[in-house]
Every structure is written in structure tokens, then in C-alpha cells.
């Protein structure tokens, strides 16, 4: 069935020039990104392209796959990779070195206090770092000085580049958002602009979510919204809108059955209840602050009976370099059951020979025989890396075999297919579940990142959300949902339903 454009989307699809667009959770930011993306790309008769950033690889990948038409010719990565790839890899010498010849690799894990350690670092060790100080952002502070500075850099990025498009703006740190400026006001590339302030859970590492909000007055932008969230039944809804402050959007609803609250001394002590007040043929998911509650409920409800995956991060993860994806490509290849050897080719992000492609193929086929006998792996991968001129780190290579010998971590990758999951509200983040538990002992809306992380775990559900209110650990936020049903009008106070178990 084809899919019928909201007004809304309509009128973003056919804006030009610089756009902003705020989007509630569940509003189908994507769908139109993806959708606008495609128009340009069949609209345009020049030799220009664009490029649309992301976050992530896994929502770079998303986009890619949603595009109708050939992306050969345009730029679709994360933002870092763009920066590096296009900015700082190119055009490093020609401001600091013009016989530098390297290649220059990013390792995040190398910190430095400022600039100038920085760059003595890259001409002497080839190696890109980051600040200590999480609030600035060494990689998009270096790309817009190569900018400004270099004019070959600037007429490359102006000749290639009409639109570039940004996912999750709200998750932009302050050195982000002034080179996407540059890029706009000096440059005179086209921005499209998404996201959602009250999905910014990231501040604490430099998110700037007011630089996001500041687009939406920017005279050069016209600013879109995408109100309506298709994504969550009305009670859930009315429930995200009483803490938003969205009051135009609530709805009256004579029952609510989908928004319980559940009052109990212990959590543990009234599993069985709970698990009789869900679905058990619909999907699950427990979201929590803490890595060690999702990971201790995940174990107590598998133990009454309604199998529960937790779900962690692996330690592949945590690698930052440029070489993550073969890494995170070879732990798909050992845990995901449609991600084969050609799969893995298609990862490859560079041209290879028809020769190391068949040998590639060869050490592939061999990897999940040897992924326990550390030794033999560490030959087959390190054979591997030679072929791809890349270099194994044993450092590196034991967060590989952790990753693959410990089962735990296959449920990262094969999330899309465990019916019932637990995991981390920062995990859950562009997920969405039929039904959800939160614990209310996890916000204490004391800070808009924690009502922020608020509103991202009630919108990740569809059906039903269950409230956990633990006696001696959820007053703060009992008290302030009090306070808010307080000042609703007469027809407003179901919201929810309480309960004492």
C-alpha cells in the first residue's frame, strides 16, 4: 500500500533553500528525509550532489537502504567520516605540511588538552585525536579552520556539495553546528536540518540542543514541523504530552487500559503480576538508566517464565578507529544468520581486486571455525588485515574475541529479531516496542536531559507502557506527576491508571 504524505510532509517536500524541521518522536522524520533526498536527486540536472549525514552507521545504513535511486554519486555516512574524509584527510597538508603524506588515522582514545598538542601529534604520529574536554569537538574545529584557510578545500566542498543534509541536529555539539554554518553562510551549501529537542540525551558529552533550536528562527531557514506521532496509541500520547508541555495535542479518552502505573515496595516481588498485566504475544521491552537493572530484571523475568534477552553493547563497539567496521563486520559474520561472506564484501568501504577478493573469501570461511582457539583466529585475522592494509592491535583484536566468545553480545546483533528485550533508555533511542516498563526511580526531571531521556523512553512505545513506582526510591517523580494531573481540566485526568501490587 502506498503511503499517503501527511500535509505536513507535503509542504517540507516541496520547500527549496535552507530547511529546519522539528519532529516529534514517531512523526516519520526519516520517511521524509529519505523522501526529500530522492526528489532532489531526480530534480537535479547539474553536476553538484549531496550528502546526508548521520549519527551513526547503523542510520547511515538505514538511509541508504530507504533511497529509490543510485547513491553511487552521493555522500552517505556519519559526521565524523565526512569531515574526515572530505575535509581534513585532503586538505591537512595544504595548511600544515605540503609534503605530509600519510594517511591519517583517527584514535579517539588518544586525548589531547588543545589544538596545537593535536596537530603536533598528526604531523609526528599520523594520528587524529580528541580533546579531553568533551565539549569540544577536535575533528570539526579542525575541518572548519582547513576551510577557512585553505582555498582549494573551499572551492572542492562548494564545487561538489548543493544540499547537505543532517540527521538528529539536537545531538550537535557547539564546533558542529558553527562548521554546518560555514558551510551555509560562507560556502552557500544548502542545509536540511532535522531533529527533536526533547530527544537530546547526549549534553553530557557536548550535545547542544539550543543550536539546533536556534535554526528554527534563523531568517535563512524555513522552519517545518512534524507534529503528530504515528508511532504510539493515543493514551500514550497524552501522557508524553502532559510532560512536553504539547497540550494542544492531547486528545480526551474515556478508558485507559494503556498507561498503568504500578505502586510496590520491590520490583522483583511483583514479576508475576506485571508479566499478568502485559501481552506475552506482543513484543517487550524493560528500559532503564542502569546497565545493571536492565541486565538483573532481564534474569528475574526470564525466571517467572517470559524469556527476557538483555542486550549490551559489545566490546567491539568501543573501538574508534577507522577500522571498526571490520571488526564490528566480522562479529555479524559469527553471530547474524543472513550476514554471509558477500555480505561482508559489500561492508568493504574501497575498491579491491578480483584476486583479494578471493582471498578474502577463503579466511572468511574459515574465521567461525577458529573463533575459540585464540591463536589460530589472531593468524587468520591478521592475514586479513594485511589483505585490506590494515594493521591488527592486540588490543583491539581482544575486544574482537571477547566480543565473539561471549553470547551475550550476539543479542546487539540480532536485536530486530529477540521478541523481548532489556536494555539502557540510551539504547533504546530510534527503537520502538509494542509495549515498555520504564522505572519511574529513573527520572528525577531534575535536568532536561533526564526529562529529555523521559520523553525518549515513552515514545518508544506503541501499545502499553507500564510504570514501576518502587516505595522508597520513585517520590521525586510521583510527586511531579502529581503536581502536573493537578493542573489538567476535569476531562484531562485519564492518564493513567494506578495500581497496588
Not at 554554518?181 to 527533536?196: H, T
Request: hydrophobic share 35%; net charge neutral.
Amino acid at each position: 500500500m502506498k503511503y499517503e504524505m501527511s500535509e505536513e510532509q507535503c509542504k517540507i517536500l516541496n520547500a527549496k533553500g535552507n530547511i529546519v524541521v522539528t519532529a516529534n518522536a514517531g512523526a516519520g522524520k526519516t520517511f521524509i528525509l529519505v523522501e526529500k533526498i530522492n526528489k532532489i536527486i531526480e530534480e537535479n540536472k547539474g553536476h553538484k550532489t549531496i550528502a546526508a549525514i548521520t549519527f551513526t552507521r547503523k542510520a547511515a545504513n538505514e538511509i541508504k537502504n530507504r533511497l529509490k535511486n543510485d547513491t553511487s554519486n552521493i555522500y552517505v555516512g556519519t559526521n565524523d567520516s565526512f569531515v574526515l574524509e572530505e575535509i581534513i584527510r585532503p586538505f591537512f597538508k595544504d595548511i600544515y605540511d605540503t609534503k605530509f603524506s600519510s594517511e591519517l588515522e583517527p584514535d579517539y582514545q588518544l586525548k589531547v588538552e588543545n589544538s596545537k598538542q593535536g596537530i603536533d601529534i598528526m604531523l609526528s604520529q599520523h594520528i587524529i585525536p580528541k580533546f579531553k574536554d568533551n565539549k569540544k569537538n577536535f575533528n570539526f574545529r579542525l575541518a572548519k579552520y582547513i576551510l577557512e584557510n585553505s582555498k582549494i578545500a573551499r572551492t572542492y566542498l562548494k564545487s561538489k556539495y548543493n544540499y547537505v543534509f543532517i540527521d538528529e541536529y539536537q545531538d550537535s555539539d557547539t564546533d558542529m553546528h558553527n562548521f554546518f554554518m560555514y558551510l551555509n553562510e560562507k560556502l552557500r551549501i544548502n542545509l536540511f536540518v532535522v531533529g527533536d529537542e526533547k530527544q537530546s540525551i547526549y549534553i553530557w558529552r557536548g550535545a547542544n540542543p539550543e543550536s539546533f533550536m536556534s535554526l528554527t528562527s534563523n531568517e535563512n531557514f524555513e522552519h517545518y514541523s512534524l507534529s503528530e506521532n504515528y508511532r504510539s496509541c493515543q493514551p500514550i500520547k497524552n501522557y508524553a504530552y502532559i510532560f512536553s508541555g504539547e497540550m494542544n495535542m492531547f486528545k480526551s479518552v474515556e478508558n485507559n487500559k494503556e498507561v498503568l502505573a504500578i505502586n510496590c515496595t520491590e520490583c522483583h516481588e511483583i514479576i508475576p503480576q506485571i508479566i499478568d498485566n502485559i501481552n506475552n504475544v506482543k513484543r517487550i521491552a524493560i528500559l532503564t538508566f542502569q546497565k545493571n537493572d536492565a541486565k538483573a530484571l532481564a534474569e528475574q523475568f526470564t525466571q517467572f517464565g517470559l524469556e527476557m534477552k538483555y542486550i549490551i553493547s559489545p566490546p567491539v563497539e568501543d573501538i574508534s578507529t577507522h577500522d571498526k567496521w571490520l571488526y564490528s563486520s566480522i562479529a555479524k559474520l559469527i553471530y547474524l544468520k543472513d550476514y554471509n561472506i558477500y555480505s561482508f564484501l559489500d561492508d568493504i568501504p574501497f575498491e579491491i581486486s578480483r584476486n583479494d577478493r578471493n582471498t578474502i573469501k577463503k579466511y572468511l570461511k574459515q574465521i567461525p571455525a577458529f573463533t575459540n582457539q585464540k591463536e589460530i583466529l589472531n593468524v587468520q585475522i591478521n592475514a586479513l588485515f594485511n589483505i585490506l592494509d590494515y594493521k591488527l592491535l592486540n588490543s583491539k583484536f581482544e575486544k574482537l574475541y571477547e566480543t565473539i566468545n561471549n553470547d551475550i553480545y550476539g543479542n546487539w546483533y540480532n536485536l530486530e529479531n529477540i521478541k523481548n528485550v532489556s536494555m539502557t533508555l540510551h539504547t533504546s533511542k530510534g527503537l520502538e516496542f509494542d509495549q515498555v516498563i520504564l522505572l519511574a526511580k529513573d527520572f528525577s526531571l531534575n535536568t532536561q536531559e533526564n526529562k529529555n531521556l523521559h520523553y525518549v523512553g515513552i515514545t518508544r512505545v506503541k501499545e502499553k507502557m507500564i510504570i514501576i513506582f518502587e516505595k522508597n526510591y520513585s517520590k521525586q517523580y510521583l510527586d511531579i506527576l502529581v503536581e502536573k494531573m493537578q493542573t489538567l481540566p476535569s476531562d484531562y485526568k485519564m492518564i493513567l491508571n494506578m495500581k497496588k501490587l
